[in-house]
C-alpha cells in the first residue's frame, strides 16, 4: 500500500511539473477552432486578405519590371548621350576646319591640307 501510494504521488509530480499549452493553441493544434463554421463566418474577411495578398504580390513584381526597365533605359540614355558629344566634338572639328580652309583661301595664302600626319625624322649625330 505504501508503494501504491508513493507510485500515486510521483503520477502527480510529473502531471504538475508538465507544461500545459495555452488552450487557444492546443485548439488550433488540433483543429477545433478552425471548423467549417469559422470560414463560413469569415469567408468575405478571408477573400478580402487573399485578395489584399495577391494584389502585393502582383505590385511589387510591376515595381520589379518597372525598375529593370529604369535602369536599362539609363544605361541607354547614357549611351547616347556620350554618342551625341562624339558627334558634336566631331561637327566641331569640321566646322573648325572649313573656317580654315576658307581663310587660307581668302587671304591667299597657298596653304593646302595634309592628308597624312607629319613625318619624324632622326637624324644620326656619328
Known amino acids: ?4 501510494k508513493k507510485d500515486n504521488d510521483k503520477k502527480v509530480k510529473k502531471e504538475k511539473t508538465k507544461r ?20 463560413k463566418r469569415n469567408a468575405w474577411l478571408l ?9 502585393l504580390m502582383g505590385l511589387r513584381y510591376k515595381t520589379k519590371t518597372r525598375m529593370e526597365e529604369i535602369k536599362r533605359l539609363t544605361t541607354e540614355l547614357q549611351i547616347a548621350e556620350s554618342s551625341k558629344l562624339q558627334e558634336k566634338a566631331a561637327y566641331m572639328s569640321l566646322i ?3 573656317e580654315m580652309k576658307r581663310l587660307v583661301e581668302e587671304k591667299g595664302l597657298g596653304l593646302q591640307f595634309q592628308e597624312q600626319p607629319p613625318y619624324e625624322l632622326v ?3 656619328r
Open 1 to 4: 500500500m505504501a508503494d501504491n
Open 123 to 125: 637624324i644620326d649625330d
Open 47 to 55: 477573400m478580402i486578405l487573399i485578395m489584399a495578398m495577391l494584389s
Open 96 to 98: 573648325r576646319e572649313t
Open 20 to 39: 500545459t499549452a495555452p488552450s487557444w493553441v492546443s485548439d488550433v493544434r488540433y483543429g477545433q477552432s478552425l471548423s467549417v463554421e469559422f470560414f
